[in-house]
T-cell receptor
């Protein structure tokens, strides 16, 4: 059982380039989330989805876009990468349907923008 | 009002000692308080969680103490081991139907052998 899988694991981009991070979950979870983790700032929510075909903004959405075309996949896009987007990105998913469903995390994508 | 304040930022404990990490919140609507453990190069993993109608929850060496009136909760790691060395995050869930979490800023724990 893979759980939450993120690809790629590492990536280096130049300023202005674009890329897409892929998150896949095999737990049939309804809810999916993208976070970024920066030193001393914990995890901050970028975008999230409460079901296939839905997306919503989180705490720090600027510069990112997302899509949830299939229930098991949640894509995070950077249209024009900036050095401020250098971070570790985590995807999470949860069953939803109740207030106390834990979020399950992938192992992250480490992204450097030069 | 949506913040969760976590302290200390880092903690060093001798093997066998008790590690204590504290979190405080302001939004009384938060309804679920998980703690996550994260090892280097890995994603956060759920360690233990509590609801606000419970004052304490224990799972093995890990205990959450919850003080609803003070709007504080803490993680206690009894008999701390070198394998517990990791970063710990507290979080609070927003009961908005989206089950979003607000995370604390993390505590880096080092347990000395």
């Amino acid at each position: 059982n893979a759980g939450v899988t993120q690809t790629p694991k590492f990536r280096v981009l130049k300023t202005g380039q674009s890329m897409t991070l892929l998150c896949a979950q095999d737990m049939n979870h309804e809810y999916m989330y993208w976070y970024r983790q920066d030193p001393g700032m914990g995890l901050r929510l970028i975008h999230y989805s409460v079901g296939e075909g839905t997306t919503a903004k989180g705490e720090v959405p600027d510069g990112y876009n997302v899509s949830r075309l299939k229930k098991q996949n949640f894509l995070l896009g950077l249209e024009s990468a900036a050095p401020s987007q250098t971070s570790v990105y985590f995807c999470a998913s949860s069953y939803g349907g109740g207030g106390n469903q834990p979020q399950h995390f992938g192992d992250g994508t480490r992204l450097s923008i030069l | 009002q949506q913040q969760v304040k976590q302290s200390p930022q880092s903690l060093i404990v001798q093997k066998g000692g008790i590690s204590i990490i504290n979190c405080a919140y302001e939004n009384t609507a938060f309804d679920y308080f998980p703690w996550y453990q994260q090892f280097p190069g890995k994603g956060p993993a759920l360690l233990i969680a509590i609801r606000p109608d419970v004052s304490e929850k224990k799972e093995g060496r890990f205990t959450i103490s919850f003080n609803k009136s003070a709007k504080q909760f803490s993680l206690h790691i009894m008999d701390s081991q070198p394998g517990d060395s990791a970063t710990y995050f507290c979080a609070a869930s927003i009961p908005s139907g989206t089950y979003k979490y607000i995370f604390g800023t993390g505590t880096r724990l080092k347990v000395l052998a």
